[in-house]
Structures are given as structure tokens and as C-alpha cells.
């Protein structure tokens, strides 16, 4: 493959990101479960990463899709969210982001989250830009592919039938 084509496409591997940080007292609520608010900064900033290294240009967040908190996450624990591009349109990524708790004292690691971020490419103007195609290596990343579509595709349904209300 031409350099020029490899510039027009890029693996999922290539523009994964991970974002760790120890949570303390202060990130908990009164019920010493750390805010949801400080887990969305955190998938936030590493979906931001994935898309702009993926897009090589960047990138805002157009939206996050549904956020289930499966299990509390307590002070003292490390957070690592580990994001990558699933999806591409023309200008638009689906970022996917796990979300794990590790208990550093006994290692014990939790899958707490996963969410699901659309990011849009923009350029000099704040214009939506085209974004890379993804090359897709392995049945895993084939089969996010397959999903992020669909996730698409029901997105834009959504949309279509509610209307533009705000």
C-alpha cells in the first residue's frame, strides 16, 4: 500500500488511548462512590485523544450515548479508561470507551463502564473535515465496525422520527 493510501486510512491500534488517574476523597459524593461527572471527564478526554489521533486533526464531541454505571467506584482506587475508534464516517468517529476500577492493594481490576462518544473532525474554520477510513485488522475490530454502524443507524432513525426538539 502507497504512503499516500496509508495516510488515507489508519487502524484502530494506531490512535487507541488510555487515561489513568487514582480517584481520592474528594471525587466522591456523600455516599463515597466517586461522581459520575468525574468518570464522563475522564472517557471525554480519552475518546478526545483517540479521535484526534485518528483524525490527525481537531475534534470536538457531538455526543455520548447511554452511560450505565454498572458498580460504585471508590477513593482510593485507580481509574484507567481505554478508548478506541470503532466507527468512521466522513467526518464523524464512534469512540468506544471501557471503563476499569483496580483496588491497588489487591489488584483486583472491575469493568465498570463502557460508553460510546461520536466526535466530529474540524478544520481551521470549526467546519466538519474528513477523517481517515479505518483499516480494520482483526474480526474484533470488524465486528465494532459492524456495530458502531448500526449504532449509527439507529441513532439517525431516532432522530428522524422524535424531530429536531430542544
Known amino acids: 500500500m502507497s504512503e499516500k493510501a496509508q495516510a488515507l486510512e489508519r487502524a484502530p491500534s494506531e490512535s487507541s488511548s488510555m487515561v489513568s488517574e487514582l480517584l481520592f476523597p474528594q471525587h466522591v459524593n456523600n455516599l463515597g462512590h466517586v461522581f459520575g461527572g468525574v468518570i464522563l471527564s475522564m472517557v471525554d478526554r480519552a ?10 486533526r481537531a475534534c470536538v464531541t457531538v455526543s455520548i450515548d447511554r452511560v450505565d454505571f454498572r458498580e460504585p467506584i471508590y477513593s482510593g482506587e485507580l481509574v484507567t479508561c481505554s478508548a478506541q475508534v470503532n466507527f468512521v464516517g466522513r467526518t464523524s468517529m464512534e469512540v468506544g470507551v471501557r471503563v476499569e476500577a483496580e483496588n491497588l492493594i489487591t489488584g483486583t ?29 482483526t474480526d474484533e475490530e470488524r465486528q465494532r465496525f459492524r456495530e458502531g454502524e448500526r449504532r449509527r443507524e439507529v441513532r439517525t432513525a431516532l432522530e428522524r422520527e422524535l424531530g429536531e426538539r430542544s
Request: with cysteine; hydrophobic share 50%; glycine share 2%.
Open 109 to 137: 481490576r472491575r469493568h465498570t463502564n463502557t460508553c460510546f462518544l461520536t466526535f466530529v473532525a474540524i478544520d481551521e474554520d470549526a467546519r466538519p473535515a474528513a477523517v481517515p477510513r479505518l483499516r480494520l485488522e
Open 47 to 56: 475518546a478526545a485523544v483517540a479521535a484526534m489521533r485518528h483524525a490527525g
